[in-house]
């Protein structure tokens, strides 16, 4: 297989684009294609302040590159999720890039923050039924907006690829779970109510892309994945998916388009509108819920701390 651009030898041949490139075009290309979607999507512009969601794997450190390649101001923000070896090594990874690469990362430990860190909140809830990824990525949720919003950033960006993305959509589809899908896609708006605008800049790589591209750049990240990441249905969707490419390539990448084409002509629509007039802001910490009067993140963290010390009272009785 030679590159469409020069001849060489490939480095990677991508099925769905008919494509094939050597490793210079390819490193070329990936950061080209990232500011086509950039300004398709209409992510941010070229003076917005962007914060960047770094756990220490591929994908969001080869994000935080491109981003820096294209000239864009960004800042890392790196949540600990105190998960033992796995959050150790994960920061390590992130504060080395961000060393080497001379750029600002801010870390936040959700144990400082709130009292505890999330397999313990797992285990003092009863959200998730003792699962951590619930508390989880509401906390992280949570983190990224708060942060977004206190240090005045215009967008907060995350490195979801093309799996992640469609293992997601076909997961929603299979529930039809309407809500969902109406606030799915490459940017998520900012809204009245103090929601920061949230953009996915590599929705349209395959995972397999930007693992090249992490190679070929020579980016260092952790490739273990989290251990409460086993056995969760979005890896079985994506081994689902995975076949079904095997089968028909560029199947992922069409899902995924059609749907963001369907949104677009109205598809949904009601559910957005619906959704936005639900918002409320969360009388303890000021960001937006559909709750009418706590968000979900201050009620479970206000019910973890309370069980922490009547767990605490017990022990000492
Ligand atoms: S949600 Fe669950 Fe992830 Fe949190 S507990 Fe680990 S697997 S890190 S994306
Ligand atoms: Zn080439
Ligand atoms: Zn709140």
Known sequence: MRCRKCGEKAAINMRQHKLALCGTHFLDWIPEQTQR???????FGEDSRILLAVSGGKDSLALWDVLQRLGYQT??????????EYSMRSQEMAEKFATENDLNLTVVDVADEEGATIPEASKLTERGKGKPCSVCGLTKRHMMNRVAREGG????????NLDDEVAVLFGNTLNWAVGYLARQGPVLEETAAGLVRKAKPFCRFYERETAAYTLLRG????YEECPYA???TSIYHKELLNQMEEVRPGLK?????SFLRAKESGLFVQESTLAKSKLAQCRTCGQ????????AYCRTW??????RVTTREGETR
């Not at 979607?37 to 992510?43: A, S, T």
């Not at 980016?219 to 952790?222: A, D, K, V």
């Open 288 to 295: 937006p819920t559909t709750a009418p009067d706590q968000c």
């Open 230 to 232: 086993e056995g969760a």
């Open 75 to 84: 800042t890392g923000l790196y949540i600990g999720l105190g998960i033992n």
């Open 37 to 43: 979607f950039i300004e398709k999507y209409r992510m």
């Open 253 to 257: 990448l069409s899902f995924y388009l």
């Open 219 to 222: 980016i260092n990240y952790i």
């Open 302 to 307: 206000d019910g973890v701390r309370k069980r």
């Open 153 to 160: 950033y215009d967008v907060v960006t995350t490195g979801h």
